[in-house]
């Protein structure tokens, strides 16, 4: 779905899923000359179903960013190339990007939506299940998975919050996996939840991949289990760190900080989507890349008055 890419643009957007392509489609509907290059690899292209995204529960991520790719490509002055941004450099009023294939574009201002790269604990079969019943988010995924047994994986800050949160779905299990406890506080709440905690730590996954029937603890004890939750670690991309951007931590990990209007701290360059919040679903990139995009555009304007 290449095209031919202008060699100057008014937007450049790094990254062509859900942030960027609506960041993108607004930028287009301004009549602003747009170009969005994407790696082509969504950070949800593991699921199978997008969940909650209004007008297109169930429906295959891959689809709908297909969908939106052709609608975006749709307005005259929007442009797609696959391949990665290797740099770009702040010029007196534009940014030079340097592209995968050697290509430089000057474009006026930026926006980065490249999403964040997930580590995984260092289970074995988690991999090759992630997405479909090792799971990250229970809004995304509990309503499918509900009804049987649900684990959740501690070891990470929110693991027990987690935890709590999956009891509404199912008989869930906390498995510490060796970690340490609970604090007597947060073991109360888990056990005012009704929420099981197994201190035994998780030997393997039973079931045929990407299927999962249960887990094998240490002991030799088989538990049965639908879904697994975990909560990977999250990485941001090389891009932002090269860019020297302002950051915040969170429990989820270091995110991009950017201001009301997804201004990062770097004048020109905005950000959205899944680098900037620690909540993380299609319907919240989406609006975040709306954001940028106006507000990309109403800065344009304000520059040319």
């Excluded at 969940?51 to 891959?62: I, V």
């Excluded at 047994?149 to 779905?169: C, E, F, I, N, T």
């Excluded at 199912?170 to 406890?181: D, M």
């Amino acid at each position: 779905m290449d095209t031919e890419i202008p060699t100057a643009c008014d937007a450049l957007v790094v990254g062509g899923s859900f942030a960027g392509l609506a960041a993108a489609t607004y930028i287009a509907r301004a009549k602003r000359r747009v170009l969005v290059v994407d790696g082509g690899q969504p950070r949800n292209r593991f699921s199978p179903a997008a969940h909650g995204f209004l007008g297109h529960d169930g429906q295959p991520p891959r689809h709908i960013l297909a969908t939106a790719r052709r609608q975006v490509l749709a307005y005259p002055t929007a442009a797609l190339r696959t391949g990665d941004v290797i740099a770009i450099q702040a010029m007196a009023s534009t940014f030079d990007v340097l592209l995968s294939d050697g290509t430089t574009v000057t474009s006026r201002k930026v926006v980065i939506a490249t999403g964040l790269r997930d580590e995984l604990p260092a289970l074995p079969g988690l991999q090759e299940r992630w997405g479909r019943t090792v799971l990250h988010c229970p809004y995304c995924h509990g309503y499918e998975t509900g009804g049987g047994p649900l684990g959740v994986l501690g070891g990470h800050p929110l693991s027990g919050h987690q935890a709590s949160l999956v009891r509404d779905w199912g008989p869930t299990t906390f498995f510490t996996h060796g970690g340490p406890l609970p604090d007597e506080e947060a073991a109360g709440k888990l056990k005012a939840r009704g929420v099981a905690i197994e201190t035994t730590p998780i030997a393997g996954l039973s079931g045929n991949a990407p299927d999962l029937t249960g887990v094998v603890l240490a002991d030799g004890r088989e538990l049965p289990l639908k879904a697994l939750f975990v909560a990977p670690t999250l990485h941001q991309r090389p891009l932002v760190a090269q860019l020297q951007l302002d950051m915040d931590d969170s429990p989820m990990g270091r995110l991009v900080r950017t201001d009301e209007r997804r201004m990062t701290s770097v004048p020109g360059i905005y950000a959205a989507g899944d680098i900037v919040r620690a909540g993380h679903s299609i319907s919240f990139a989406v609006a975040d890349g709306v954001t940028a995009g106006v507000s990309l555009h109403q800065a344009l304007v304000a520059e040319a008055a």
